[in-house]
């Protein structure tokens, strides 16, 4: 069965440091795709970036980018030079190969300070 | 672009009654999906349709909620009677179909509290 696991509930970066979210899923199914979602206070969900299980490169969008280590089961998202703005729930979500629904983990909420 | 339209925003309501909440898909996305989100449970999907037609609908938690989707632009989730623990915030998403990198776009969600 599909899961998602994000351990850590909250993380504090400061303006304009980079930080990661963790995000480790298990899977069974060789081919399967990775998304994270970003939840601000306003509580719209926003797509931020996708890494498919056979792409080679991991994925960036932007500030955006993915750290996929397939053997770990890993799918980290790393946020470069933070802003104040980023400040929100960020959600990682897999789906499996014959599948359409996305499987959320908890999420982790970010801070942003000045 | 227009994306993914709900209505209402908000919703408040005494148990027993009937919500009706609404979606209108990315025009051109086949599939469609009914999410919910508590802090309990966090995101959970209820029910997807592609072409409009009901593929899994596993997640609905009883016979008190109903979907439809009688066209393409538009699609229905209801609960009759509601109750207090229904109360969640509830999101329609819409795809393209086929293709695990197609992402799901979601709307701005249905926030439904049941007095």
């Known amino acids: 069965a599909q899961k998602i696991t994000q351990t850590q509930p909250g993380m504090f970066v400061q303006e304009k440091e980079a930080v990661t979210l963790d995000c480790t899923y298990d899977?069974?199914?060789?081919?399967?795709?990775l998304f994270w979602y970003k939840q601000p206070s306003s509580g719209e969900m926003i797509f931020l970036i996708y890494?498919?299980?056979?792409?080679?490169q991991n994925a960036t969008e932007g500030r955006y980018s993915l750290n996929f280590q397939k053997a770990r089961k890993s799918a980290n998202l790393v946020i470069s030079a933070s802003q104040l703005g980023d400040s929100a729930m960020y959600f990682c979500?897999?789906?499996?190969?014959?599948?359409?629904?996305?499987?959320f983990g908890t999420g982790t909420r970010l801070l942003v300070s000045p | 672009d227009a994306g993914v339209i709900q209505s209402p925003r908000h919703e408040v309501t005494e148990m027993g009654q009937e919500v009706t909440l609404r979606c209108k898909p990315i025009?051109?996305?086949?599939?469609l999906f009914w999410y919910r989100q508590t802090m309990m449970r966090g995101l959970e999907l209820l029910i997807y349709?592609?072409?409009?037609?009901?593929?899994?609908d596993s997640g609905m938690p009883e016979d008190r909620f109903s979907a439809k989707m009688p066209n393409a632009s538009f699609s229905t989730l209801k609960i009759q009677p509601s109750e207090p623990r229904d109360s969640a915030v509830y999101f329609c998403a819409s795809s393209l179909a086929g293709g695990l990198h197609q992402p799901q776009h979601f709307g701005d969600g249905t926030r439904l509290s049941i007095l």
């Open positions: 025009s051109g996305h086949n599939s």
């Open positions: 890494q498919g299980s056979y792409d080679e």
């Open positions: 979500a897999m789906r499996e190969r014959g599948f359409q629904k996305l499987v």
């Open positions: 349709f592609n072409n409009n037609v009901p593929i899994d």
């Open positions: 899977t069974s199914d060789q081919s399967y795709g």
